[in-house]
Nanobody, 128 residues
Framework: QVQLMESGGGSVQAGGSLRLSCAVS????????MAWFRQRPGPKGREAVA?????????YYADSAKGRFAVSRDNAKNTLYLQIATLKPEDTGMYYC????????????????????WGHGTQVTVSS
């Protein structure tokens, strides 16, 4: 089993930056794809904003994230990061870390059903 724990969220003003962290533990040898999802306030479900293919290092970003979000991993610390620059009010939401180990790598961002392991989320609130 893989355990994921997010941290680093908070309340910031527009234009600021944040770095979210996801500590990974458990049986991680087969983890092949990790991603960050965002759930904004409202009825819409979680949307993937960034994904990292563990084996080949490929990264994938949602259009809304390109140029401002950067996903990375520190293997020594078993931690996945999401650096967010120039925060906007529409970045507000709960950010979840996710992981999958069923396939060889990420095949794009994917959707929620493509990931089997989830953290509990960290809240990001951006004020204008």
């Amino acid at each position: 089993q893989v355990q994921l724990m997010e941290s680093g969220g908070g309340s910031v003003q527009a234009g600021g930056s944040l770095r979210l962290s996801c500590a990974v533990s458990g049986y991680t040898e087969r983890t092949s794809c990790m991603a960050w999802f965002r759930q904004r306030p409202g009825p819409k479900g979680r949307e993937a904003v960034a994904a990292l293919s563990i084996g080949d290092g490929r990264t994938y970003y949602a259009d809304s994230a390109k140029g401002r979000f950067a996903v990375s991993r520190d293997n020594a610390k078993n931690t996945l990061y999401l650096q967010i620059a120039t925060l906007k009010p529409e970045d507000t939401g709960m950010y979840y870390c996710s992981a999958d180990d069923r396939y060889a790598r990420c095949y794009g961002l994917g959707v929620s059903a493509d990931y089997v392991h989830w953290g509990h989320g960290t809240q990001v609130t951006v004020s204008s």
